[in-house]
């Protein structure tokens, strides 16, 4: 019973699969929130159970964003992204950009969502 108790606490996996991804997302600011209409031009087939995490504003192309882990319990989640950066001397798009990536999660509906980001080290 003590056991149970203590686990009911904790954070556990949750399972997410990418339907869409893109360098042009239009947000400006890094966060993590849950579709809606206001991005249907970014995920089409987007629904409640679609997560959007952006990486805001970056100064060239060649930037993205992957999820990493997504934990959860009854009353939130928290998602562990890592940004992934360019690659030193390679050619860019040289035109500001916002990237993002779009997963489908296994909740039954949207919790609060707390964002981390892993920066990539710039050589």
Not at 35 to 61: C, H, K, M, Q
Not at 84 to 102: D, E, W
Request: aromatic share 6%; hydrophobic share 40%; proline share 7%.
């Amino acid at each position: 019973m003590m056991l149970l108790l203590m686990s009911m606490g904790r954070s556990n996996p949750i399972t997410w699969e990418k339907v869409a991804e893109g360098y042009m997302s239009g947000v400006m600011e890094e966060k993590a929130v849950w579709w809606d209409s206001t991005y249907a031009e970014l995920v089409p087939n987007g629904d409640s159970t679609t997560l959007l995490i952006f990486l805001g504003r970056r100064p060239t192309g060649g930037y993205s964003v992957e999820v990493e882990e997504i934990k959860g319990n009854s009353k939130s989640l928290e998602v562990v992204a890592r940004e992934v950066c360019p690659k030193p001397g390679s050619m860019l798009l040289q035109v500001i950009t916002s990237p993002f990536v779009a997963v489908k999660v296994s909740v039954p509906k949207p919790l609060p969502v707390s964002l981390k980001v892993k920066r990539c080290r710039k050589e």
